[in-house]
């Protein structure tokens, strides 16, 4: 639900139910603290989750008070913070009061820092127009904004799935428009996506050794995917066997690669960085941004789902042989280079051509224009320490 977050200050918070379920028709998710210490601790932690902020005009200070040791102090209090935070975000504030000597009478710290505005917790008017005026100040905020947007993508912003910190992340992600600073936009995209596979580790769903000490970001996209890790990959990933009915769907294999083709350091940015500066547009950096958005969004739904845990099989000094399905892929031979006996394969699907050996040349006698099926695999480049893409076998 795109929800507004609005943090609350009172100290009858938890036993005031009608207010909260009021705010909840009105898409408005109070976040609720008996004091201001703790409430302004979140604060300095986390402003730019909420888009507003509703203080009590009499509640306690910290959380060693109780009873009836409450004052209006601690709306002074929370006020100050507030103009002090504001650097980081001005937060609009609104006080809500059930006392007389806020709602009937004029308070000095009300009057002095609202004009005496203060809306009534018994009045359900003055709280019908606590949620307008909440909406029409949050909706100033570029934070708001992209949080309503993209309210299915800040979804997984909690610690059920992603955590709260990649909030910040996608703030910056979205807003970003400079093409001069893509490589920081690639950086932090990258660091999402080893959020996510963190976040599959922790739902079980992908082993601990992919992840620490440190996410293998290659290992773990090809993992989930169910391929094969190539040749001289670590042995410690090539120990586990993922089983076919928790494969990544293929659109969403697809876009992890894409990803991570383009945003992971390597000798293979070079023809990135070229043309970037050739076009001078965000587009390509869009485009994977929106690439990752859509697989947040899946995650999300397929974590609901309640997929099956642990579903890989690890091979310890075992003679056992993996035999991976092979995926066939049709096509036509282009490009024979006739000196040198190699050639590249066009996939009827599009895409990138891909590499044919000489020596499958050879063995299958391939001529241009030929229609194959064949079988594709990754491998590193030890020379550029680049990850390429070549035909495994043939099928005419």
Same mark, same amino acid.
């Given at each position: ?29 109070? +976040? ?37 040791? &409450? ?72 934070? @708001? ?65 992919? /992840? ?33 009915? @928790? ?15 383009? &945003? ?32 947040? /969004? ?20 075992? @003679?056992? +042989? ?10 036509? +031979? ?37 229609? /194959? ?24």
């Amino acid at each position: 639900m795109n929800n507004y977050r609005v943090i609350w200050f009172d100290d009858e918070h938890e036993s005031l139910n009608i207010i909260r379920e009021k705010a909840y028709l009105e898409n408005i998710e109070l +976040v609720g603290f008996t004091n201001a210490k703790q409430g302004i601790d979140e604060l300095e932690q986390n402003i730019s989750m909420y888009d507003a902020a509703i203080i009590d005009g009499i509640f306690y200070t910290t959380s060693e008070q109780s009873g009836y040791n &409450t004052n209006d102090k601690a709306l002074l209090n929370v006020a100050l913070a507030l103009e002090r935070l504001a650097s980081k975000k001005k937060l609009p504030w609104f006080i809500l009061s059930g006392q007389d000597s806020f709602t009937k009478n004029t308070n000095p710290f009300a009057e002095g820092l609202k004009n005496n505005k203060v809306y009534d917790k018994l009045n359900n008017s003055n709280l019908d127009e606590l949620w307008r005026d909440i909406k029409f100040e949050a909706d100033k905020h570029i934070e @708001t904004q992209l949080r309503l947007k993209y309210y299915r993508v800040f979804e997984l912003c909690s610690e059920k799935y992603l955590g709260v910190h990649v909030e910040q992340e996608l703030f910056r992600l979205l807003r970003a428009e400079n093409e001069d600073t893509v490589e920081n936009h690639f950086n932090s995209i990258r660091k999402v996506i080893e959020d996510l596979f963190v976040a599959f580790n922790k739902f079980g769903l992908l082993p601990s050794d992919f /992840v620490k000490p440190n996410v293998a970001l290659n290992q773990s996209s090809i993992f989930l995917s169910g391929q094969e890790q190539y040749e001289k990959t670590d042995a410690v990933y090539k120990q586990y066997k993922h089983l076919e009915d @928790t494969y990544l769907p293929k659109q969403i294999s697809y876009y992890l690669r894409s990803i991570l083709n383009v &945003t992971q350091a390597g000798s293979h940015r070079s023809e990135i960085d070229l043309h970037l500066r050739t076009v001078k547009t965000p587009y390509l950096f869009k485009s994977v941004l929106f690439q990752l958005l859509d697989v947040l /969004v899946w995650f999300k739904i397929y974590i609901d789902s309640g997929p099956k845990k642990e579903n890989w099989i690890k091979i310890e000094n075992s @003679t056992e +042989v993996y035999q991976p399905q092979i995926e066939l892929i049709s096509g036509t +031979v282009i490009n024979l280079n006739t000196q040198k006996g190699f050639a590249f394969f066009k996939p009827d699907a599009g895409g990138d051509n891909i590499y044919i050996p000489a020596k499958l040349v050879a063995f299958h006698s391939l001529s241009a224009g030929m229609v /194959v099926k064949v079988e594709v695999e990754e491998y590193t480049d030890e020379g550029k320490k680049e990850l390429k893409q070549r035909v495994r076998s043939i099928e005419c």
